[in-house]
């Protein structure tokens, strides 16, 4: 389903700081314009973490990151988007099963804002549940996600 489809890769994008901490980058390689250097990425989310001034960042890398967030960003808004529309055909009764699309859709709008950039703080202040619940409550009552 697109649905399920938009939501996955966007889980994908969500857990990715998370993931780099065990040395995963759950971005798929063919996302990525190029190769980024695991022990990179890594050390970003480590040493960024404790405020580390040791930490030289590197454009090109990060760049190529954005680049691999915004390709993968770009097809679940496109699954999820196709969700949305396909949602008439689906009874009235089993539309709740679509209101994950509300909270994945709001998020990868906040990524286009930050630029793709998964370490703005904007980003990681929309991993809120609050606010995610919020918008859910609002598309269960109006019907419409």
């Known amino acids: 389903s697109?649905?399920?489809?938009?939501?996955?890769l966007t889980m994908a994008l969500r857990s990715t700081i998370h993931r780099l901490l065990v040395g995963e980058l759950s971005i798929p390689a063919d996302a990525l314009p190029q190769s980024i250097p695991t022990k990179y990425l890594m050390d970003r989310v480590v040493l960024q973490e404790e405020d580390d001034n040791e930490f030289q960042s590197n454009p090109e890398y990060d760049d190529t990151l954005r680049q691999g967030v915004q390709n993968v960003a770009h097809v679940a808004s496109l699954h999820l988007s196709k969700a949305r529309e396909l949602q008439t055909q689906i009874p009235k009764e089993g539309r709740s099963c679509l209101l994950p699309i509300v909270p994945n859709l709001h998020y990868l709008d906040t990524l286009q804002q930050c630029q793709y950039d998964l370490w703005d703080t904007?980003?990681?202040?929309?991993?809120?549940?609050?606010?995610?619940?919020?918008?859910?409550g609002r598309a269960w009552m109006t019907g419409v996600c």
């Open 122 to 136: 904007q980003v990681a202040m929309e991993q809120s549940k609050f606010r995610s619940l919020a918008l859910l």
């Open 2 to 8: 697109h649905a399920g489809m938009g939501i996955g």
